[in-house]
Every structure is written in C-alpha cells, then in structure tokens.
C-alpha cells in the first residue's frame, strides 16, 4: 500500500498571504489529523477529519482550518499568515474507528513565512 | 486538557547500552499511549504502543510500560545501536470517539548512540 503523501513538501510565502496544504491518506483510511510542528512548541494538533466532517479540533486560531473530500483527502488552509506560522506541518491518516488506532505520518510540507 | 511531559529531553548513551525514556499524562481518560520515532529530516513513524489495558508489551529491542495507577509510561531500548539515533516522542489520545485521533505528544527526547 501506498503511505501517506503531502504536497507540496516545501512552500515559501509571505506575511498576510494564503496557503493551502493537501494530504492524501492511505488507502482505505478514513480518518485525516493534522499537527504542526516547531522547534518551540514541539508537535500540536490541529484538527481531525473523518467522513468530511471535522470531529476533533486542537487550540489554534480561526484562521486555521480544513476540509475532507469523500475520496477522504484532505486539505488545510491557513490565512492572513505570520511568521509565527513557519512550520512543519504534517498530516496522520488512521483507519478512524471508535477506538484509538495506528496514525501514520505523511513526510509533511515545510512552510516558511517571510 | 490532556497534557504530556517526556524527560529527558536529551540522552546520550555508548553502543550496546540501555536507554530509558519516560513520559507522564494528566488525563485519566487516556488510554492510548504510542511512541514515535524521527529521524532528522523525516517523518515520525510508530515503534511501538501500549493500551490501558495492558501493563507492558515487547518487540525485540523495545519495550514500553504503563502504569495507568501513577499515570506514567516509559521506553526502553535495550542493546541500543548507532541507528537507533533520533528524536523519540511519547503521546497519549483516549479512546472516545472525536478524541480517538487527537494525539497529544510530548516535547520529544534527543538520543545520541555513540560508538
């Protein structure tokens, strides 16, 4: 089986722009989590899709967001962005059940914020 | 919320030696507690997990302990080699569903084989 992929894997923008981030799960998999990952705050979550419906949210502000399609690939947005917002960010699909099972990380998409 | 501490956070032992890492949580509720293994560069990939209903679980060089009683968990790589070199993340989710996936990880522990 194919692993989970990201694309891009290397983004550079700038301060106030937009950025969409695309993760395509595994296949079979139904469950897509995004974390964020710094130097400083270390991994964080920051939502989970299953079903096109985002079932989990982590701490971070509104202009952090996400969609699911029915193919279960997903996308994050991030707007207005700051240089705070310089990160890896990578994406985990898991089969989704009622239990806690395997995530498996994507190699992530480094986004630099100049 | 759930919250993870992971000590230490860095960890230099000779080839061939044990290396311990421990982890606590806050959260009765959690029940799922993986670690994960990066190397530099590339993405965490699972190495082992524990549940809550389990007290230890082995594969070959690693193993991993649980006491849900003091709320810690801990790995152990025995026979340690140049390639077991990474950042070492401990994280903890519970089982309820909406909460499932949403791991909370700990800050990560840098271990250094030496030769």
């Known amino acids: 089986k194919a692993g989970v992929t990201q694309t891009p894997r290397y983004l550079i923008k700038t301060r106030g722009q937009q950025v969409t981030l695309s993760c395509s799960p595994i296949s079979g998999h139904r469950s897509v989590s995004w974390y964020q990952q710094t130097p400083g705050q270390g991994l964080q979550f920051l939502f989970e899709y299953f079903s096109e419906t985002q079932r989990n949210k982590g701490n971070f502000p509104g202009r952090f967001s996400g969609r699911q399609f029915s193919n279960s690939r997903s996308e994050m947005n991030v707007s207005t962005l700051e240089l705070g917002d310089s990160a890896l960010y990578l994406c985990a699909s898991s089969l989704g059940g009622l239990t806690s099972d395997t995530q498996y990380f994507g190699p992530g998409t480094r986004l630099t914020v100049l | 919320g759930e919250n993870v501490e992971q000590h230490p956070s860095t960890l230099s032992v000779q080839e061939g030696d044990s290396a311990v890492i421990k982890c606590t949580y806050s959260?009765?509720?959690?029940?799922?507690f993986p670690w994960y293994k990066q190397e530099l560069g590339k993405r965490p990939q699972l190495i082992i997990d524990i549940r809550s209903n389990v007290g230890e679980k082995k594969d070959q060089r690693i193993a991993v302990t649980l006491n849900k009683t003091a709320k810690h968990f801990s790995l152990h790589i025995t026979e340690t080699q140049p390639e077991d070199s990474a950042v070492y993340f401990c994280?903890?989710?519970?089982?309820?569903?909406?909460?499932?996936?949403?791991?909370?990880f700990g800050t990560g522990t840098r271990l250094q084989v030496t030769l």
């Open positions: 994280a903890a989710s519970s089982g309820n569903t909406g909460t499932a996936s949403k791991l909370t």
């Open positions: 959260d009765s509720a959690s029940n799922y």
